[in-house]
């Protein structure tokens, strides 16, 4: 029964598809085939006749009520719990009949750690403690095959997540700061131009209200009346 990927959102991919350690359904197991090697040895110690009979089908009934909640629950219970990394989230699903999971998205994730036992060592398993920011609980997830790698691969995707968010973020800053500084740029060599040639840099083409201002020259002024010439006096206009 593997995950159903159309949870995933677009460019998400799987990383680890991961189910609890099998050893976790050995003991089940071996009852198991303890309740079917009872079940054969009560069908061949038994008459084969009325007597028998109702007692091998008694001996099936109980042995099947055994089995279902000791050996088929276990064994369901071990194939609907997922455990699966992908590269934006850590999702946890379990379930039979009644659904649960969670999911925690990478840039939430604090801190993983793991933890194992001498038998842990031997099989290769552990447990792993997922510290996520919010106020959600931490998530224990038990019996991780290999849950220093696993520990190790989070470890490295939260790096990989963060790293991309930067990096995103970043491209956007140095658009918006790529785009300001040409326009202030333009605007600047704008007005250093129309400063030099005397006309007003915010003007339009059709604003008559920008009126060039050229330099007077020295005799382009109006002459003082110290400076203009006098006429000389005629005798006859008499005394000033």
């Given at each position: 029964m593997g995950f159903p990927e159309?949870?995933?959102?677009?460019?998400?991919?799987?990383?680890?598809?991961?189910?609890?350690?099998?050893?976790?359904?050995?003991?089940?197991?071996?009852?198991?085939?303890?309740?079917?090697?009872?079940?054969?040895?009560?069908?061949?110690?038994?008459?084969?006749?009325?007597?028998?009979?109702?007692?091998?089908?008694?001996?099936?009934?109980?042995?099947?009520?055994?089995?279902?909640?000791?050996?088929?629950?276990?064994?369901?219970?071990?194939?609907?719990?997922?455990?699966?990394?992908?590269?934006?989230?850590?999702?946890v699903r379990r379930g039979i009949l009644t659904k649960n999971g969670k999911d925690i998205t990478l840039s939430k994730i604090t801190d993983v750690s793991f933890q194992q036992t001498v038998l842990d060592r031997l099989i290769r398993s552990g447990s792993l403690h997922i510290e996520s920011a919010g106020d959600s609980p931490d998530e224990n997830l038990a019996n991780i095959p290999r849950s220093n790698d696993v520990q190790q691969l989070i470890n490295r995707l939260v790096d990989e997540d963060d790293?991309?968010?930067?990096?995103?973020?970043?491209?956007g800053d140095a658009h918006t700061a790529g785009s300001g500084g040409s326009a202030q740029a333009?605007?600047?060599?704008?007005?250093d131009q129309g400063y030099d040639d005397g006309s007003d840099p915010g003007a339009g083409p059709d604003d008559t209200t920008a009126v060039r201002q050229g330099r007077r020259g020295p005799r382009s002024r109006p002459p003082l009346a110290e400076e203009r010439?006098?006429?000389?006096?005629?005798?006859e206009d008499g005394p000033a």
């Open positions: 159309n949870v995933l959102a677009k460019d998400e991919k799987v990383e680890r598809d991961l189910h609890p350690h099998w050893l976790t359904v050995v003991v089940p197991t071996i009852f198991g085939l303890l309740l079917a090697a009872a079940c054969i040895a009560i069908a061949v110690v038994t008459p084969d006749d009325t007597t028998g009979n109702r007692l091998q089908w008694g001996a099936v009934i109980v042995l099947v009520l055994v089995a279902v909640p000791a050996v088929i629950v276990p064994y369901l219970r071990w194939r609907t719990t997922h455990y699966v990394i992908t590269s934006h989230r850590v999702m790293l991309r968010r930067r990096h995103g973020s970043g491209v333009g605007y600047d060599a704008g007005y010439p006098r006429r000389p006096r005629d005798p």
